[in-house]
């Protein structure tokens, strides 16, 4: 194997950044290109997500990596939501029953910018900012860049090519013209976001809970919060585009936007003290999946990340599956080491049913999230779940729990068993053979977990 074979990465985001590291650390000799301007010194946070949920998954790829620790140091904790009501009422759900287990707000920007600076650190590694890819010539390898400084083009040529260019990547554009098998789609929910913020007090603290994933869900339309280091917190709305009494649309006026947030997030808006000027300046975004197929073509150029599959944030795990691909790249890398056609289809193969699998979850927990948390079976569902996670740590795991803190079984596996066990608990509580408050008794709590995991069994034979 020929550890100086040239490795051409599009795009320095968070999968790309990561994916260059550990390349280098496989002595590679990697180029990166990044559209955008270099993170470290200039803010480019304007309309994206500038936190984000980092859970066992990512963890598990910072630490093949390297770089947990650093990762950690910027992390805060949330071990639940806390549901907010339209009358200024909270009620917390933890996330798990078992000792832990917790996801982590952390800096979008912050994170990035340890990666590159790590990436860097490599003398086989050179990162090259405010490039945009506009084409790439698969057959021959090359990629075609303009600088944005310069305007001028420039040909970068590879033996290998990877496509960490997001959910509008150049590569992925240029299968679409290369490889007449190959297929793509992007779905678009009807909702877009907004970003808001809730600042720190005049200590630098926070003012709720910095311990919690915040909600106000509304049934159409939903308000979410996560805490930031400096105190603030970074707020998102989700709302229809044109549909409902309230959209996107026609909150144009001071008076709509004003009595909107006065009517359905009042105690959220006692905190945000700018909020026309917030709302009337921020962009609104879209929210969208992108599946496609296939992901590497001609045995010399991949996509992976947001690239590859692109989904919607309503499980936190955008970051975090794009960061298991490059721990499923690596562990295929480990066995197929010299050769990149057999590597990217085992790749492919190994990742393409997770990938479509988080991406359906991340529709699924859009509407529990916004429609459902405030359910009353829902909610008794959820103390079940918690109980046996708290009483049994080693034989239950909700499907959240699956999903967020298993980062040892794929994606499909944890979809698969969770929604059944969903609907066994959900059939048990609905026919009245369950029911809060639980009977906590040791014997009782036992017949639940033995039945349901018996259930849940036959219907996966």
């Not at 650093?70 to 904790?77: R, V």
């Not at 603290?205 to 915040?214: A, E, Y």
């Not at 930031?228 to 989700?238: R, Y």
Request: glycine content about 6%; some cysteine; hydrophobic content about 35%.
């Amino acid at each position: 194997m020929n550890k100086k074979e040239n490795i051409l990465i599009i795009g320095a985001g968070l999968c790309g950044s990561l994916l260059a590291l550990r390349l280098a650390q496989r002595g590679y000799k990697v180029e990166v290109y990044e559209s955008r301007p270099d993170l470290r010194v200039t803010d480019i946070s304007a309309g994206r997500s500038i936190n984000l949920a980092l859970s066992d998954r990512g963890l598990k790829a910072l630490r093949l990596a390297g770089v947990e620790g650093k990762a950690k140091e910027i992390c805060i904790p949330m071990k639940g939501r806390l549901m907010h009501d339209t009358q200024g009422n909270t009620f917390e759900s933890n996330y798990s029953g078992r000792e832990g287990e917790y996801i982590n707000s952390i800096s979008r920007g912050d994170l990035n910018g340890i990666l590159l600076t790590e990436a860097e650190q490599h003398e086989n590694v050179n990162i090259h900012f405010n490039a945009r890819c506009l084409e790439v010539d698969i057959e021959h390898k090359k990629a075609t860049f303009e600088s944005y400084q310069t305007k001028e083009q420039f040909v970068v040529e590879a033996d290998v090519i990877f496509g960490t260019d997001g959910a509008g990547s150049a590569l992925r554009k240029s299968y679409e013209t290369s490889n007449p098998e190959f297929t793509v789609s992007q779905e678009f929910l009807t909702h877009g976001y907004k970003e808001l913020e809730i600042p720190a007090d005049e200590n630098g603290n926070h003012l709720i809970s910095k311990n919690h994933l915040h909600i106000w869900p509304r049934g159409k339309y939903m308000l979410i919060a996560l805490p930031n280091m400096d105190g603030s917190f970074t707020v998102t709305l989700f709302l229809s585009f044109s549909e409902g009494e309230y959209n996107f649309e026609n909150l144009t006026s001071e008076e709509k936007i004003s009595a909107f947030f006065k009517e359905q997030f009042s105690d959220a808006l006692e905190l945000i003290p700018d909020i026309l000027h917030e709302f009337e300046s921020n962009p609104t975004g879209k929210l969208g999946t992108v599946k496609c197929l296939p992901w590497a073509y001609k045995g010399n150029t991949l996509l992976m990340g947001d690239a590859a599959h692109a989904i919607v944030p309503f499980y936190g795990q955008g970051m975090n599956a794009s960061f298991e691909d490059v721990v499923v790249l690596d562990e295929v890398l480990e066995k197929h080491e010299g050769d990149w056609e057999t590597t990217f289809s085992e790749f492919q193969k190994n990742r393409k049913q997770d990938a479509d699998a988080i991406a359906d979850l991340a529709i699924d927990n859009y509407y529990e999230m916004r429609d459902h948390v405030a359910n009353p079976i829902f909610k008794e569902k959820r103390v079940i779940e918690m109980t046996l996670e708290e009483q049994f740590p080693t034989e239950y795991s909700s499907k959240y729990s699956l999903v967020t803190f298993n980062e040892n079984i794929g994606y499909h596996k944890a979809m698969t068993q969770g929604r059944v066990q969903d609907k066994v608990l959900l059939n048990m509580i609905e026919k009245g053979e369950i029911s809060t408050p639980l009977d906590t008794t040791e014997a009782n709590l036992k017949e639940i977990l033995i039945k349901v995991k018996e259930t849940t069994e036959r219907a996966l034979d």
